[in-house]
């Protein structure tokens, strides 16, 4: 079964940033049941449809497909209540590559970094530009941020 195994912070300070514009993301869910989310999501040229089951500690499993971007416009129609906008920037930091969102409408001022890991026993070494893990508080959960915002907290 594949797999997700991730880690999350939030983002403390800005010396990350490289002057590069990342990829503007749309995505939104089509289910999200605490133990299986759908999600639709455009980024750049691209897009897909992803299926996650419940998180055990940092783990999920995760089954994505490509999908044609005009088909993910129509799902994204469809996605209730609202539809997530980010900007994800790939950061290098020793032997990871960190992936930080950058959020932008409803869940403006918050910025996530997360890595993604081969074994849930694998502590990355922390980039100066992070903070508290988040790994654990579904809050941050992007399902959750399409339900309850971050500027409603």
Not at 59 to 66: D, K, S
Not at 117 to 126: E, F, K, R
Request: aromatic content about 8%; hydrophobic content about 40%.
């Amino acid at each position: 079964m594949p797999s997700e195994i991730e880690r999350k912070f939030l983002v403390t300070a800005d010396t990350w940033r490289d002057g590069s514009p990342g990829v503007r993301i749309s995505q939104g869910y089509l289910s999200q049941d605490p133990e299986r989310t759908v999600r639709v999501r455009i980024g750049g040229k691209n897009a897909w449809l992803t299926i996650k089951g419940q998180t055990q500690g940092i783990t999920r499993a995760e089954y994505e497909y490509a999908i044609p971007v005009a088909e993910a416009r129509e799902l994204l129609e469809m996605c209730l209540p609202s539809v997530i906008d980010k900007t994800r920037h790939k950061v290098p930091h020793a032997d990871h590559i960190w992936e930080i969102d950058v959020f932008h409408g409803a869940n403006e001022g918050l910025i996530v970094a997360e890595v993604e890991l081969a074994d849930a026993s694998i502590s990355p070494i922390l980039p100066p530009w992070v903070g508290a893990e988040v790994s654990d508080d579904s809050r941050y959960f992007n399902s959750c941020l399409a339900a309850e915002p971050f500027t409603t907290w």
